[in-house]
């Protein structure tokens, strides 16, 4: 109904605003709840970036569950139709993730997110970071030509932490390391495979090598909505020492107020995906 599809605002800081409406024909569902829970939060507040994700698939926009690539959920046949909308509606910042890439070691969704930046390109200042199979200096170089402000490398920095000590040296500030833990164990291939260490083992590698921020992602509440490990990502934080996103669980306006309140441990900012879904 009309009062489903009004638009809503979701305030991803101070001045900063995000929205989500329902389309024609469907009905209201959680994320439109989030938005309408969202609505006030950021002005005159702390900052807190909220990052809507957009992860592809096959070329289709999609979000796993726990990062179960047999429970895939589509959300669009084309991420330029989300990608639009959050930057239509006011995101600064898009999250993109190429989950075939993250588990084959290189893209094969290059259209994809070509259409994703071209979109983000029609607003001045939206900021497009891409992870998923960078795995060496060529593919950031490759990317970053393309038109991606900021590259996230994931298993590379368990693998080849040189390539995260490269990229960084060559291109300050726009190289960040995704660190993805499965009950505090650092999960790469897409995370199909688990490390030989914890996440906070690997932070001083990668920040020694000069990452400029980490994303760091909690796999066993991400895509679940069940709200995100505070009080653990915070504690992440403040080992890490640089800019972190959190991600993974988000289910409401009260996980942005939590993070945001947790900001002087080093949290700056929060992925949304399935929630906003």
Known sequence: DDGARRRVRISGRAGVGLCH???????????????RQLRGHGGGQAAMIVVPAIDIRAGKCVRLKRGDFARETVFDDDPAVPA??????????LHVVD????????????????SVIAEARRKPGVVVEL??????????EHWLAVGVDRVIIGTAAVRRPEVVEQAAAAYPGRVWVGIDAR???????????????????????????GAAGIVYTDIERDGLQTGVNVSATAEFARVAGVPVYASGGVASADDITALRDSRSSGIVGVIVGRALY
């Open 21 to 35: 409406s329902v389309p024609p024909r469907k009905e209201p569902g959680r994320g439109i709840a989030l938005a």
């Open 131 to 140: 992870g998923g199979g960078i795995r060496d200096l060529a593919a950031v």
């Open 99 to 114: 989950l075939d890439g993250a588990r084959v070691g290189h893209s094969d969704n290059r259209r994809a997110v070509e």
């Open 183 to 209: 009950d505090g164990i650092v999960a790469t291939d897409g995370w199909t495979r688990q490390a030989r260490m914890t996440a906070v083992e690997l932070v001083p590698q990668v920040v020694d090598r």
């Open 84 to 93: 639009a909308r959050w930057v239509a509606e006011g995101a600064e910042a």
